[in-house]
């Protein structure tokens, strides 16, 4: 029988994002972790990666999928082995869980998975604590003396960290590079953002250098929602935005985040505690202190870079529209007047 062509056939769209399916996933998860039965896998959330829950008899669990393209596979084994020296040293950290069978290199933390976008590597956590006390106060000195040991202990066994450095690079050029386009039609705000970026830029490079310990291994992202209490103890988890920085950028973004629900957050007591715990571990300079708003204005400028990121992989337009950026360049504004540029 003679073959019959297909003529004018169109090559297909190309695939920027997909999910994987829950009960496909637990399969996985039966065969590589040999965990007991039954198991429940869900969809838990997505963004920068995708997040399952996972239910034994005893245990839960989270498995992180990251989007294709973010990382290699070097810099997650990276990741799962600093994890690992924290917690060996006293850090209470969401546990990376190692596959059945395995000899213990931090590389068998991590699996690949093959999307049509690309490969794509998953993580699995145990679960953090949850069940906080009403006591703001040491719960704020307590993680803020975790992150200065992470810090300490980052310093001690220089940590190998292949992602990009948190620097000016991060903070400033790539997010005006991605949010310019967004902006075109209010190109005022954009210009506002831009010169107010560069003189931040230059204000912190010129109080602070780029050497231990003002300057080194960051979790980079410690905020509420990547810290749960077990009383006013934390576990803190989601090391995905790691790498090295200022540490006063660090030590900013817990602020910067309550700062959504509370405009004078960096006034109050809880905030006096946080720093009165980081310190009791490792004392700031003067010059630190005095940058955390202007650290904190540029994480605003960050986070507007990632939503475009975000937007473009997998969250849709929506939202990011008029009102999101008159809401985030006020809170931009909020951080910017408390610098003394």
Sequence with gaps: MEEVREYGKKSQPKIRYS???AEDIRKELLERYGMEMPVECRLFDYG?????????????????????????????EEEMHILNILIQNGIKAAVPVK?????GRQEDYVWELYAPEGIRYAMLFTEAP????????SSACNLGSMLAGIHNISDREKFQVSRPPIDMCQLVEKPL??????LADREQDFSFLKESAEKLAGYIKGKLPETAPVYGFCHGDVHSGNVF?????????????????WRAYDICVYAWNETFLDENYIEGSVWKKYLEGYESVRPLLAEEKETIPAFAAL???????????????????????????????????????????
């Excluded at 005893?58 to 997650?76: C, M, Q, V, W």
């Excluded at 949850?130 to 106060?137: G, I, W, Y």
């Excluded at 590079?177 to 967004?182: A, D, E, G, H, S």
């Design 19 to 21: 999910q994987f399916d």
């Design 48 to 76: 920068m990666n995708d997040i399952y829950r996972i239910k034994t008899k005893k245990e839960t669990y989270f498995l992180r999928i990251s989007l294709a393209g973010l990382h290699t596979k070097k810099d997650y």
């Design 99 to 103: 596959m059945k069978g395995m000899p």
């Design 130 to 137: 949850n069940s906080p006390s009403d006591d703001k106060e």
């Design 177 to 182: 590079l991605n949010i310019r386009p967004f």
């Design 229 to 245: 209490f077990a009383g006013d103890k934390p576990t803190l988890f989601d090391f995905d935005c790691m790498g090295y920085g």
């Design 299 to 341: 994480r605003q400028l960050w986070l507007m870079g990632l939503h475009a990121d975000v937007m473009d992989r997998n969250a849709g337009c929506c939202w990011y529209q008029d009102d999101y950026f008159d809401s985030q360049i006020k809170m931009f504004r909020l951080w910017l007047d408390r610098c003394s540029l």
